[in-house]
């Protein structure tokens, strides 16, 4: 898949297995030590990685903010592949407003897996507010802190 309109695209080449990445995808108290770029960090995390399970967790800012993330795995490929969507909730429960559809890759590589995310936004407007918030960046240092993580798994 490629990014098209209204979408933006981040890969980097890690440094660890498809094993490990799925790890700290899917045991909750990894997933907690590289989900935001520090020094915010999650709480309350239930990741269902299954098609209508839930992608629910609390964004904790450094200055006491917190901001209920809730969507729905939408598509589950394991160690290949997750879509994750907030324009529903766990079981297709729509949700009546949507940011963002966030599709993420990993395949194997030379030097190890190329982990990729293609983030789709419903309009220009949208992306541009994604880019705004320091999409680049706040996911590139996520990256990071996946590699750094899964590589100790």
Known sequence: ??????????????????????KAWSDPKILEQWWCPKPWTVKDVNMELRPGGASQMVMCGPEGEEMPQNG?????????CIVISDCMEKDWRPTGSS????????????????????????NEEDKKKHEEMGFHAGWGQVFEQLEEIAGGL
């Open 1 to 22: 898949m490629k990014p098209e309109d209204h979408d933006l695209f981040i890969t980097r080449t890690m440094n660890v297995t498809r094993d490990q990445i799925w």
């Open 99 to 122: 940011f963002m559809t966030a599709i993420i890759t990993m395949k194997d590589c030379p030097g190890g897996v190329e982990y990729s995310a293609i983030v789709k936004h419903k």
């Open 72 to 80: 729905c795995i939408v598509y589950v490929k394991e160690k290949e």
